[in-house]
């Protein structure tokens, strides 16, 4: 049987093997303790405020605001869960690179948690936009098309007249998207037991 020399002692290899592979899980383990409360957000920040509307008028409300709107609906408008939707449509692949990052963060010379935890949020960030960009939602009303669509941009008085005129409803608009700003707002953000460790994302 060939065997190792290790400090003085003989050790059979096979014997040497199952200690490194231990020791390689005790230091697995080690790690993975350390990002057990490894938190990865993203979402918009309640301080942004949407664009005003033309011709001024009252404070336009926080992009968060408008997000949570577009998400569950209001009175006059129907819900388009486009956070709901990210996580159905994107569920697997967010899962299988979460668990890509922890098997390359328990290596002994894998990356670090930050750089983990940033990984993951810009993920996430881009599978957010990209159900605002091509989700599944009920199509905008004529009224909003016709606000939306037309160049120059109509207002909510003229669009109304628009219509009761027969003026023809203008086509390529989309739900969620209007200047782009909810989707360029997006950001990320990562807490490790409540420590923030890196954000990312518009400005």
Do not use: C
Not at 94 to 105: F, G, M, P, S
Not at 145 to 166: C, N, Q, W, Y
């Amino acid at each position: 049987m060939r065997s190792a020399r290790r400090v003085g002692a003989v050790i059979p290899t096979s014997t040497g093997r199952q200690i490194r592979t231990q020791l390689r899980v005790i230091e697995a383990l080690r790690r993975y303790s350390e990002v057990r409360d490894l938190l990865v957000e993203a979402g918009f920040p309640g301080e942004l405020r949407s664009e005003p509307a033309e011709g001024g008028g009252d404070s336009p409300p926080s992009v968060l605001q408008v997000a949570v709107w577009n998400e569950f609906g209001t009175r006059v408008a129907p819900a388009r869960p486009f956070m709901r939707q990210t996580l159905t449509r994107h569920a697997a692949t967010l899962r299988n690179e979460l668990a890509r990052a922890l098997l390359e963060y328990g290596r002994q010379r894998g990356p670090s948690v930050d750089r983990i935890g940033a990984r993951l949020g810009v993920m996430l960030r881009g599978a957010i936009q990209e159900t605002i960009r091509g989700g599944d939602f009920r199509d905008n009303a004529d009224l909003t098309k016709m606000i939306k669509g037309s160049r120059p941009r109509k207002t909510f008085r003229e669009a109304i007249a628009a219509l009761a005129d027969g003026e023809p409803v203008p086509g390529g608009t989309r739900p969620l998207i209007d200047t782009g700003q909810m989707r360029q707002s997006v950001r990320w953000r990562v807490r490790l037991a409540g420590r923030v460790l890196g954000s990312g994302g518009a400005r």
